[in-house]
């Protein structure tokens, strides 16, 4: 209870407690600091290099996958970091072999994403043995010591497995709880706050985008390990949680609500209420846990109080509003009720089969060469690799730069599968090594004692394991401090700070340029195209939900809720672009605005549709229902016909600017008014909201 209570104060902490993180970090550490205190420093630095590939390397959820893909790892990262002990001498192998290998190892991604993981480590641990070179040495020790360092990683991993089984599905469960625990506590800002929607909105989306993040994982994680025979009551009691938890989530979409100042000022004390009802709720999420679930105290909420209070008939309308959130708020202690139930039947998931690699060669020649195109984005990125670390090799070499094999760890590190995350990881990577190097300059200055290297070595090495997947600007910033304690133990320390600082720009500069010139992949650009596959998806839903209406069958109650879920997917992928766009370099505020819009304009719909779904079983399909439908469908069907006949982004752009306002008096009457409206006043509206979209593209 007591740590639930830190990580509920400092919610921070809980990366802290992540499993395979942490064992990434013990391995790191134990198989490094040992040997610099006997006096093997380039040998400790191997190991601690050869456990951090091997930590990229590991992905699978199912323990068979993993066994499977430690076999393929090691024999492979040997192979790999000898043949670059091999070639290193020779300049023209190097370059042309380097192209070669590192295109096939960015390729096998089209295989399978844990083979796409298996053959980044591969690179990553080529560039290390890069660094770690020297004339003259055995070319079997380098390659010897960093498989030993995958080696040590792995034996960790395997202790973790025997003594701590599904500890990753519940770190991921309880960081689930906790973002759901946050965005509950959004929507409850409006009772007691003055806020702007758009913030609102934007808050919220980035959680809805973090919680389907994590709900997709877990849930990804939970299926391989059923369809792998890994089944257990402790994970059916975790795939139970996360049942809850996205009920949970459906409920959090229609429950927005700002307090008018006339609610304010004739109930001040009953939105207080509310608003602590939420809070306790809020701060209950926060501690959940598979483990702790049974020993926590459920919050005493009296809901009937709430809602027998007495208000003014000048605030009836906003009375509805608050009612309405009142009742989500019941629906979810509701839910929270049942986390604490032990039922004797196990759930049975619907269960997916795993992604694996067949070994029919034919079949995985196939799959590549279909892919060797531009237009696959596979090809793309590994084209784009390939071509920035090879170019880095080049430019390493005619130059003779010092410590110049960072040029190409940081090229291979900041890449990404379009301009706007490589924009973004690169402004975080230069950041990161500045702060980083000054703080390295401070230490210089004032000679830190050689005693305290291997704990700053340790601390910086932790906090890195523990900020890269999460913040990368201060994964750099640590490892920037851990890589000078390395070299400063092996008495290079007074060596690395402009070459690390030049490595690091040229690192950033070259990846950028081949991004630039190989479809950067706008998202001003891409952005029609997933509004249309938006509007697509709430089309499916309508017609999905049109024809369960019309028999009541189970099996076509399944397909409505997977379009259900598509749509969710879809709006928050869309969010995701106006995301990505504001990390573009040259981006335009206008644009921005815009397609912030279509983002609200499609929550609205989607919160629709999640008041509808849930009220489908009782839905009955009389006329009125049927024309509505109809009229929904078609309209949809219409502005995807409009979207498809002018598919430029400047097109779409140009309708939006000339209806904003519009749209903004639109949905600013749904978000006020869905909470009174029945099922037909709903579809009603959902085609009325298409319509007006329609008719102003029309007088366009």
């Known amino acids: 209870m007591i740590q639930s209570n830190i990580l509920l104060r400092y919610p921070f902490l809980r990366t802290f407690f992540n499993l395979r993180t942490n064992i990434a970090a013990l391995s790191f550490i134990s198989c490094s600091i040992p040997l610099f205190l006997m006096g093997h420093v380039t040998m400790g630095i191997a190991f601690s290099l050869g456990s951090i590939s091997c930590g990229f390397a590991d992905t699978s959820s199912v323990t068979k996958y993993r066994i499977l893909d430690f076999t393929i790892a090691l024999p492979l990262f040997f192979l790999i970091s000898l043949g670059i002990e091999i070639v290193f001498p020779h300049s023209l192998l190097f370059i042309g072999s380097l192209a070669v290998v590192s295109f096939a190892l960015f390729m096998l991604a089209v295989l399978t994403p844990r083979l796409g993981a298996i053959g980044f480590a591969a690179i990553l641990l080529a560039i290390y043995a890069m660094l770690l070179h020297l004339d003259g040495r055995q070319i079997w020790l380098i390659p010897l010591w960093l498989t030993g360092g995958a080696i040590w990683y792995i034996l960790w991993q395997t202790l973790a497995i025997i003594f701590l089984p599904n500890q990753e599905s519940k770190d991921i469960l309880s960081d689930l709880y906790q973002a759901l625990s946050k965005k509950l506590i959004i929507h409850d800002q409006g009772f007691i706050f003055a806020t702007d929607k758009n913030q609102l909105f934007i808050q919220s989306a980035q959680l809805r985008s973090q919680i389907a993040t994590l709900s997709h994982t877990l849930e990804y994680r939970i299926h391989q390990q059923f369809s792998c025979g890994e089944d257990s009551a402790k994970l059916q009691d975790i795939y139970r949680f996360l049942k809850i938890a996205e009920r ?51 919050p005493s909420i009296d809901f009937d109080a709430l809602r027998r209070y007495q208000a003014p008939k000048e605030a009836q309308q906003e009375i509805i509003a608050a009612q309405a959130f009142i009742n989500k708020l019941d629906i979810i202690y509701l839910s929270l009720c049942e986390l604490k139930n032990q039922s004797n039947t196990l759930t049975n998931p619907t269960i997916t089969k795993p992604i694996l690699l067949t070994w029919k060669w034919r079949e995985i020649a196939s799959k590549l060469t279909s892919q060797m195109t531009l237009k696959s984005s596979y090809f793309r990125h590994a084209l784009r690799g390939a071509l920035s670390l090879t170019t880095g090799l080049i430019v390493v070499r005619l130059l003779d730069l010092d410590f110049g094999f960072w040029t190409l760890m940081t090229s291979l590190l900041i890449l990404r599968p379009n301009l706007s995350m490589t924009w973004t990881r690169l402004l975080q990577r230069l950041t990161g090594t500045i702060c980083g190097l000054i703080v390295v300059g401070g230490l210089l200055h004032f000679q830190v004692a050689t005693s305290i290297l291997p704990f700053m070595f340790c601390i910086a090495a932790v906090l890195f394991f523990h900020t890269s997947a999460r913040h990368y600007g201060f994964a750099v910033f640590f490892v920037t401090l851990f890589v000078f304690a390395g070299f400063s133990l092996n008495g290079q320390g007074d060596n690395i700070m402009l070459p690390r600082l030049d490595n690091t720009v040229l690192g950033v500069i070259i990846p950028l340029v081949f991004v630039f010139i190989l479809t950067p992949g706008w998202q001003k650009k891409s952005f029609p195209t997933q509004l249309n596959t938006t509007i697509n998806g709430y089309i499916n839903y309508l017609k999905s939900l049109q024809l369960y209406l019309a028999n009541k069958q189970e099996p076509q109650l399944s397909i409505v809720q997977s379009h259900f879920q598509d749509c969710v997917v879809n709006d928050t992928n869309l969010f995701d672009h106006w995301m990505g766009y504001l990390g573009e370099p040259h981006r335009k505020s206008q644009t921005s605005s815009h397609i912030l819009l279509c983002s609200r304009s499609s929550n609205i719909i989607l919160r629709i549709l999640t008041q509808l779904n849930e009220n489908k079983q009782t839905l009955p399909l009389n006329p009125s229902v049927s024309s509505n439908l109809d009229h929904a469908i078609t309209s949809l069907t219409l502005l995807q016909q409009k979207l498809q006949q002018s598919p430029h982004h400047a097109d779409l752009f140009e309708h939006i600017s000339k209806q904003e306002q519009v749209i903004y008096q639109s949905f600013t009457y749904i978000e006020n008014e869905i909470y009174q409206l029945n099922n037909t006043e709903l579809l009603a509206l959902l085609s009325q909201e298409v319509r007006s979209f329609l008719i102003t593209m029309d007088q366009h």
């Open 248 to 298: 949970i989530n459906e409920q959090t979409r229609l429950m927005y609500f700002t307090s008018t100042p006339l609610l304010k000022q004739h109930c001040p004390q009953w939105l207080e209420h509310i608003h602590h009802a939420n809070q306790k709720i809020s701060q209950y999420l926060a501690q959940v846990s598979v483990n702790n679930v049974h020993h926590l105290a459920l």
